[in-house]
């Protein structure tokens, strides 16, 4: 008998008898039965080979398992609350919860805010029997812990890592080099990113890959390091590494928000001499921030390239072009892009409704911005606590703190419920209008809603108060942050305004 188109991992060797002969089914594949065998080989075992089907899952068999996980996962987001902890949901589906299904829950709780959470999961999952420890679960944790900005937890757990016998990988130094760098003190945390990444190349296992000269391009040109770009590009040139379009559109992303449009063209350059096509999200970070420059002939031929070209316009596209010609009042250009947009049969999202009613804000058209909310609130779709941002947003901008009260007042009507965002821009809308008792009024609110200020908004409203008060010349600032207890004072030619006292203030 000739066996054809057999791999070396489809042979293996076998022990045949009575009890572990082939079945029926079996035999008839392989054109043989069991009165074949000799009697000798039925009765007493013999070392053999066996064929074995080797040939990997469908991919359409791997995309139901993907689904099946996801769903176990909402399912266990779902049922886990105050009164039934997550722990306990586990111990529940003990029997099918496996590595990938927490892999999956770190990346819900993350998003979710319940990083704490990760901590207890990776608990439970080192106490069970299927465990095996692995880089590729420390560095979701790490990743997750340090866009939390929780830099401790991150360092904690890579000791962890290290002290449990797993031996670092560059996944890892990504997941903490990028950790440090979502804290607040941006040079302290680039001196340290590039500090491992000196480490990462006298390591053998842990050289740095191309997902590390991304992460740190785009810091540095975040930090307007323009030089230690340039070091770092001709680092990767003389590399066996080559650069990819996340390379280029991280450098340039980045350039184009801090409004250095001749670096990021210089970028493009290099892109384009490396022979790398630009992907939709270069179109759009181009529109994007040339817009913000106000560059509207170099946004207008971009987009024409756009339509040139194999890649087709976003959502996002739009919003960005409509948000632009806003901000520079120029409504009529903005109504066209949204005019063209519909006609190509793009179906506009509540983002895109939320630029329009900004557009209008810009342009002093209040009453229309309102004539579109109003639209959307009659259409029965759930309105967005964005949405509601963004036009009290446009009442606040054109000087009507009265009209952005009553919508405030009357937003529960409306089933929306204000965040935490809501009550910042009403706040440094009402000081700057130098409103009293409207800020008294939303503080009460916000003690009786339980919105928690934390150091971020203290700051952001103090700042506009301050200039405020620089314009006005009205009156001074006095802050007492030294006593124990202590209450924060606006003094100002309208009267004082208290501030929560310190237990109302979380920490970030």
């Known amino acids: 008998m000739a066996l054809t188109n057999l791999s070396p991992y489809s042979l293996r060797l076998s022990t045949l008898s009575s009890s572990s002969s082939f079945n029926q089914s079996s035999s008839q594949n392989y054109n043989f039965t069991h009165r074949h065998i000799p009697l000798s080989l039925r009765t007493r075992p013999r070392t053999g080979i066996c064929c074995v089907w080797t040939r990997p899952r469908s991919k359409r068999g791997r995309k139901s398992e993907v689904l099946e996980s996801k769903e176990l996962v909402r399912v266990l987001m779902r049922s886990c609350s105050d009164k039934e902890p997550l722990v306990r949901t586990l111990n529940k589906y003990v029997k099918v919860v496996r590595s990938e299904h927490c892999?999956?829950?770190?990346?819900?709780?993350?998003?979710?805010?319940?990083?704490l959470q990760c901590l207890e999961v990776f608990r439970w999952m080192q106490k069970q029997r299927w465990y095996i420890a692995d880089t590729g679960i420390y560095s979701k944790l790490i990743a997750v812990m340090g866009k939390k900005g929780q830099t401790r937890l991150a360092m904690w757990l890579f000791s962890e890592m290290r002290n449990s016998g797993c031996r670092p990988d560059p996944s890892v130094y990504n997941a903490l080099i990028t950790a440090h760098l979502h804290t607040r003190d941006k040079a302290k945390a680039l001196a340290k990113a590039l500090g491992y990444f000196q480490k990462m190349k006298g390591m053998e296992r842990c050289k740095p890959n191309i997902v590390t000269y991304n992460i740190l391009l785009r810091a540095c040109a975040q930090a307007r390091n323009v030089d230690q770009?340039?070091?770092?590009?001709?680092?990767?040139?003389?590399?066996?590494?080559?650069?990819?379009?996340?390379?280029?559109?991280?450098?340039?992303?980045a350039y184009g928000k801090n409004g250095m449009i001749k670096e990021m063209e210089?970028?493009?350059?290099?892109?384009?001499?490396?022979?790398?096509?630009?992907?939709?999200?270069?179109?759009?970070?181009?529109?994007?921030?040339?817009?913000k420059r106000q560059a509207f002939?170099?946004?207008?031929?971009?987009?024409?390239?756009?339509?040139?070209?194999?890649?087709?316009?976003?959502?996002?596209?739009?919003?960005?072009?409509?948000?632009?010609?806003?901000?520079?009042?120029?409504?009529?250009?903005?109504?066209?892009?949204?005019?063209?947009?519909?006609?190509?049969?793009?179906?506009?999202?509540?983002?895109?409704?939320?630029?329009?009613?900004?557009?209008?804000g810009y342009c002093d058209n209040v009453s229309r911005a309102r004539e579109i909310f109003?639209?959307?609130?009659?259409?029965?779709?759930?309105?967005?606590?964005?949405?509601?941002?963004?036009?009290?947003?446009?009442?606040?901008?054109?000087?009507?703190?009265?009209?952005?009260?009553?919508?405030?007042?009357?937003?529960?009507?409306?089933?929306?419920?204000?965040?935490?965002?809501?009550?910042?821009?009403?706040?440094?809308?009402?000081?700057?209008?130098?409103?009293?008792?409207?800020?008294?009024?939303?503080?009460?609110?916000?003690?009786?809603?339980?919105?928690?200020?934390?150091?971020?908004f203290f700051l952001e409203a103090l700042e506009t108060f301050s200039s405020?008060?620089?314009?006005?010349?009205?009156?001074?600032?006095?802050?007492?942050?030294?006593?124990?207890?202590?209450?924060?004072?606006?003094?100002?030619?309208?009267?004082?305004?208290?501030?929560?006292?310190?237990?109302?203030?979380?920490v970030d």
Not at 269 to 287: A, E, G, V, Y
Not at 315 to 337: C, D, H, W
Not at 483 to 496: A, L, Q, W
């Open 297 to 360: 002939d170099k946004m207008e031929q971009v987009f024409k390239s756009l339509m040139h070209s194999k890649e087709k316009p976003t959502l996002p596209t739009f919003n960005s072009m409509i948000i632009n010609y806003g901000k520079a009042r120029l409504q009529g250009k903005a109504e066209y892009v949204f005019q063209k947009m519909t006609a190509m049969k793009y179906t506009p999202s509540f983002i895109t409704y939320e630029c329009i009613i900004t557009m209008y």
């Open 374 to 456: 109003d639209e959307l609130s009659k259409s029965g779709k759930d309105m967005k606590v964005s949405t509601l941002n963004a036009m009290l947003e446009a009442y606040c901008m054109n000087g009507l703190p009265m009209e952005a009260d009553l919508l405030f007042e009357n937003s529960h009507n409306m089933g929306v419920t204000p965040d935490s965002s809501t009550y910042k821009l009403l706040y440094k809308a009402y000081t700057k209008a130098n409103m009293k008792e409207l800020v008294q009024k939303l503080l009460k609110r916000m003690e009786q809603n339980g919105i928690v200020p934390n150091k971020r």
């Open 229 to 253: 770009v340039n070091a770092l590009f001709k680092e990767l040139d003389e590399s066996i590494l080559a650069p990819d379009i996340y390379t280029y559109n991280g450098v340039m992303d």
């Open 103 to 115: 892999f999956l829950l770190f990346e819900e709780l993350g998003k979710s805010d319940k990083w």
């Open 468 to 506: 405020s008060l620089a314009g006005s010349q009205s009156g001074s600032a006095k802050i007492d942050l030294t006593r124990p207890g202590f209450k924060t004072e606006f003094v100002y030619g309208i009267g004082m305004v208290d501030w929560p006292a310190p237990e109302y203030f979380a």
């Open 266 to 291: 210089s970028v493009l350059s290099r892109m384009k001499s490396n022979q790398c096509k630009p992907d939709i999200i270069t179109f759009n970070l181009l529109i994007d921030s040339y817009g």
